[in-house]
C-alpha cells in the first residue's frame, strides 16, 4: 500500500515539473520564473534560446523526482531521503539557475 501511495503522489507531481519544463520549451512568448511575474519578449535577446534554457532546467530538475519516483519502489527510505535534500537543494539550485539564466538573455542596456 506504500508503494502504491507513493507512485499516487509522486507520478503526477514529477509529471507536472517535467510538463513545465515542455511548456516552457513549447512556448512562443518568454517563460516566467515567479508566481504573478510576467517576462517581457522586449526584455530578453534571444527568447527560443531563452526558454529552451527554461525548459531544460525544469526537466532536470524533474529528473531527480522521476529517480525518487522509481527509487521508492525498492527502497522507501531512499527515495524520501533523496527526496528530501532534493527539494530543499534543488529548490535553491533552481533559483540560481534561473536568474542565471535570466541574466545571460537579457537585452543589456
Given at each position: ?11 503526477p507531481v514529477s509529471a507536472l515539473l517535467t510538463g513545465i519544463g515542455i511548456f516552457a520549451l513549447r512556448r512562443q512568448k518568454p517563460m516566467w520564473f515567479w508566481s504573478g511575474t510576467e517576462v ?70
Open positions: 500500500m506504500d508503494k502504491f501511495l507513493w507512485l499516487l503522489i509522486m507520478v517581457r519578449a522586449e526584455e530578453i535577446a534571444d527568447v527560443p534560446a531563452y526558454n529552451r534554457a527554461n525548459g531544460v532546467m525544469w526537466i532536470a530538475y524533474s529528473a531527480v523526482f522521476w529517480l525518487s519516483t522509481l527509487l521508492g519502489l525498492f527502497d522507501m527510505r531512499a527515495a524520501g531521503g533523496l527526496l528530501l535534500v532534493w527539494a530543499i537543494l534543488g529548490s535553491i539550485l533552481l533559483i540560481v539557475c534561473y536568474l542565471r539564466i535570466y541574466e545571460k538573455h537579457r537585452v543589456k542596456k
